[in-house]
């Protein structure tokens, strides 16, 4: 079987096609020079053994004067099934309206399939001189760079086609997987786990309810109202035949923790969890819940968008508190927890964590078999989103880069998260002011008022 890679390199005229195509043959190829019409009039191939792999690369026109063959060329590519990678090549320099309309339009012709198979690729990095790539994306924090990069999962990569050294060629086919760190190396198959977020305010049973789940105690019991979990933990464990991974990360509205801490740990949630959860837990004591929970509930929609609610139930603990009444009689009669559950489109669970031996399989095995319903409900896939999705990507790309397919070390683990914060500084500035209005709403008994707060990493 031909395990041929096409590279096909897109773009605007003039940020360094022909170049790039160059580059990664090792030869020139391409005619390639700088003008401000399109040297390159027509689609164009050419191949090459580069590492031990055999490369075609497909250079193209000017996206903008070009766009119906291009597309018809990309989806013969995409329908043909064969290992292919775009690279949309975008030059350093400043964001134009142009490169806007140039990434929507290769948006529109490649479509999820062929985005999920794409690379940002920036041109020109002798002009970077002794700046990083990352700290050009960045130093506009009002810039389109970050969200552009979003658009590509967290997949981009810097060439300098004055460079003749192919170790960046070397880098990009690594990252991408299309390259293995050492003869045999990958991933070996696991099966698929069931990844689960517990959210909740501090005191509510959520560590105990992660130990209810797994079947041992795996967590620090949560037991008063000062949240023990201020670090984000995880565990995993066979229960009812499947692998389960249960994500306890400290309470969203646990004050000890300063939004540079808290980002950090809810950053650190998302990579314990990723490719992407199956379920969002929202941990609340039956008897007790408050508007707080409904906010919690709402924040965490702000953090991961629209569609988790797709994704998320209620899991009330303490169910020994109900005392002989049904938690549909409990839900009925409170306001805040018929919202709440509502919201969650009527999935909801009771546990009662201080239940051992059959009775407690008897409501782990209910409550996972609600998860699995509401899986199947959203076509048998995990929950991702932005978070979810630039995280598996900058995971995968430091597994495929270092060779460690078992696990990642810790400083690899700190790089990913600092990048991930820095990627989503915006959206944790906007998170943080509502976490403020709602503890100063709860300290005051009024409405919450907007303060603008200064969000850094450093």
């Known amino acids: 079987m031909d395990q041929r890679l096409t590279f096909v390199l897109l773009g605007k005229t003039g940020v360094g096609k022909s170049a790039s195509g160059n580059t990664i043959l090792g030869r020139a190829a391409f005619e390639s020079r700088q003008s401000f019409r399109s040297v390159t009039k027509e689609i164009s191939e050419a191949s090459e053994t580069v590492f031990g792999k055999p490369i075609t690369v497909t250079d193209t026109p000017g996206i903008l004067e070009s766009e119906d063959k291009i597309k018809t060329r990309c989806d013969e590519l995409l329908q043909s099934g064969k290992p292919c990678l775009f690279l949309m090549a975008l030059s350093i320099g400043r964001f134009t309206e142009e490169d806007q309309k140039v990434v929507s339009t290769i948006s529109e012709i490649l479509k999820t399939q062929g985005l999920e198979n794409s690379y940002l690729l920036f041109t020109n990095g002798d002009t970077l001189k002794n700046k990083s790539l990352e700290d050009f994306i960045f130093e506009d924090e009002e810039g389109e760079f970050p969200d552009l990069i979003k658009t590509f999962a967290g997949r981009y990569h810097l060439f300098n086609n004055d460079d003749k050294d192919q170790e960046q060629v070397r880098r990009l086919l ?81 004050e000890v923790l300063s939004p540079k801490k808290l980002a950090k740990e809810i950053m650190k949630s998302v990579m314990e969890a990723s490719p992407g959860p199956h379920a969002f837990v929202i941990v609340v004591r039956i008897g007790r819940v408050n508007p707080a929970d409904v906010r919690l509930f709402k924040l965490l929609l702000k953090l991961f968008g629209e569609n988790a609610s797709k994704y998320t139930m209620v899991l009330f603990t303490y169910g020994d508190e109900l005392r002989g009444q049904s938690v549909d009689q409990k839900v009925q009669s409170s306001p805040s927890v018929s919202e709440l559950v509502s919201m969650c489109g009527g999935r909801h669970c009771v546990f009662d964590n201080t239940v051992r031996g059959n009775g407690q399989q008897r409501q782990v095995r209910d409550f996972l078999n609600k998860v699995d319903e509401m899986v199947a409900a959203n076509g048998g896939q995990h929950f991702t989103s932005d978070m979810f999705r630039m995280s598996e990507t900058l995971i995968q790309q430091e597994k495929n880069l270092s060779g460690q397919f078992d696990g990642l070390s810790e400083e690899q683990k700190e790089s990913i998260l600092q990048q991930l914060i820095e990627f989503f500084k915006k959206l944790f500035g906007e998170i943080f002011d509502a976490l403020s209005g709602n503890r100063r709403n709860e300290d005051s008994g009024s409405e919450s008022v907007p303060m603008v707060m200064k969000f850094s990493i450093g």
């Not at 959210?199 to 049973?205: C, E, F, N, Q």
């Not at 201020?230 to 066979?238: E, F």
């Open 174 to 254: 690594l990252k991408s997987g299309h390259l293995k760190k050492s003869a045999g190396s990958g991933e070996s198959h696991k099966q698929e786990e069931k990844r689960l977020i517990l959210i909740g305010r501090p005191g509510v049973g959520k560590s105990s309810s992660g130990d209810t789940i797994l079947g041992s105690a795996m967590f620090k019991s949560d037991c008063d109202f000062e949240s023990v979990s201020k670090k984000i933990v995880s565990a995993s464990a066979v229960v009812e035949g499947h692998q389960v991974k249960v994500v306890d990360p400290p309470g969203f509205t646990d």
